[in-house]
């Protein structure tokens, strides 16, 4: 099949993306003013302590140069040491990602479920009180930014009705499951600690909530207006009027060509989830990478700002992959075109 | 002649209006139309006149939400489709009336095989459920495929519409309205989009089908050469209205509504005389339809009267029926 190849080129091409990405934030990271040697070891430090630091972190060197230390260490795993951690950074991202992966995959699938659901029902009764409420609903969905939105959740549910936690991944006391994935939920999940994972369930509830609301609701507006706009299509009333009951015409004939646009739109806001998970991070004391990069930011930790931006990168990359597969699998003009040239 | 008492659909004083911005378009205004059993009724009159909207009403597949239907009737077999039960309207589609579209590209839905639409027809009608051989729906696919002679119809199941020309897509569309028997089909200009050699043989192959078949069919066409071959009976649309209606022979031979008459001028004569200059004027705008005659605007004959009142069908002789003052001048 011509699919597997359109595939190769996909990942081929996203390999030279995800190069470029790195050339352009390892610039970025060190034109910024501000000296990271100056700044890991605090004013007092004496001056060769310093300059001892910017040649073992070949600051001295020229740009070019320097990209090549760095990137040579990338390729073989090694993506420096942190200056505020001190630790690997490898290390830190293999502790820290996890979290945000758990909160960003639940957000997903809580956004591709409700965004359909939601758009479906919107679709199917238009112009009545329930398409009103939804589409009320979703001009604040949108415009809400997710870190308003934790915040107001941390009050209710944190405070006037405290019925789920709102710090941390886990609550003290429970006994964390042995680390296989770093998905606490699917750990617990796969050593049978029942315990664990609905204590960690619970703490996923409001920040991925909170993250995924944005998305959620601009993908069930879209998932609404296609399935008005296809509902008109010709292929609708011919497959009505071949006397097609209305149940299979909804969720068959009508709903596969009406979510082709809204799993496109998914895989960007799959991506973007992990820039709106910082904010979220921080609210709910959840240790994730977004937190981590951002606060590497603030120390021009420049490892560890050029390790976070380029897993932010591989994953937007693998996500619009998926996505790529999941809109072929859909919609065969898209699956076809790449062996017909159509 | 046909059994004259055995009136299969007849469509009374239908009006459609369409909301839109502003108002209603009131498309269809009184539309009668009448089909006996085992009758071809051709169905013409230029673009935007409300033809399809027509065939469409029949079948309650108009775009759901859109559309007004402030009065009319249409009976199928004595029972009125616009008072049908959800159920009723459910038989009425999936074993009475079969409708083809005039776009096979947009009337086959681009993202489900071919298999896939044509098996889910064979499912929901009566073919399947009363099949005495026990077939199953792929075998009755094919058979529909072969039954309008598309190459290779087992590989054509695993195809999608793009893969196909527009020739065999209708083609396909044509097997699904026939996959099981009906008693009436609604062909819409369904060669229309096509080249006019395919034109010709999905003409050819749908007037095969309804004399083997002996069905009913109503055939909305351009070509008033094709309703003159393949109809018993043409209707004459013009802007929502029935204007004229006859046998080919006697509505080619002695048209009397105006509009007939420019239509039948239109035609381009293939011994010569360039191009006709056919029906000055266009459709009236369907927002503010004029009172009375929606024909008038456009008419060397009109009237005062013409204004007043809509002019109801008058019977000028048996079966010859026309919309038009001029008849009781």
Redesign the interface.
Known sequence: MKFGSFLLKRLLLSIFVIFGLSIVIFIIARVVPGDPARMALGPRAPEEVVQRLRQEMHLDKPLPEQYFYWIRGVLSGDFGRSLVTKRAVSEDIKEFLPATMELAIFAGILMAIFAVLLGTLAARY??TWVDSLIRTLSYFGVAIPAFVAAIIFMLLFGYYWPILPVLSRLSPGIIPPVRITGLLTLDSLIQGNFVAFWDAFKHLILPSVALSLGGLFQEARITRSAMIEN???????????????ER?IMF??LL??SL?PTVSMMGLDFASLFANAFLVETIFNWPGISRYGISAMMHKDLSVISAVIIVFGAIFVVANIIVDIIVAF????VR?STSRG? | MKNQENILLNIKDLHVWYRVYGGYLKVLNGVHLMVREGERVGLVGEAGCGKTTTM?SI?Q??????FHIPQGQIFYKGQDVLKMSFKEL??????E???I?Q?PT????????IGT?IG??IK??AAFEENEHKETIKEQSIKALKEVYLPDPERMLIN?P??LSGGMKQRV?IA??ISSPRNLLIADEPGTSLDVTIQDQIMRLLNEIVEKRKTSIILITHSLGVAKEMTDRIYVMYAGTIVETATPEVLFKNPVHPYTKGLLASVPKISGGGITKGIPGKLPSYLNPPSGCRFQLRCEQGDPICSEKPPQLFEVEKDHLVACYLTQR
Do not use: H, T, W
Request: charged share 25%.
């Open positions: 238009k112009d509902i008109r299509k010709d292929f609708l009333s011919a497959e009505r009027g071949y006397g097609i009951p299979v068959k004939y596969k060509p082709i859909l919609d065969p003009r076809l159509i | 469409k079948l597949i108009l775009p759901p939400g859109d459910q038989r009425l589609r999936s074993r009336i079969a409708m579209f776009d947009a009337a086959l839905n681009p993202v489900f095989i639409q889910d027809v929901y009608s999608y793009l893969q569309c699904m309205a």
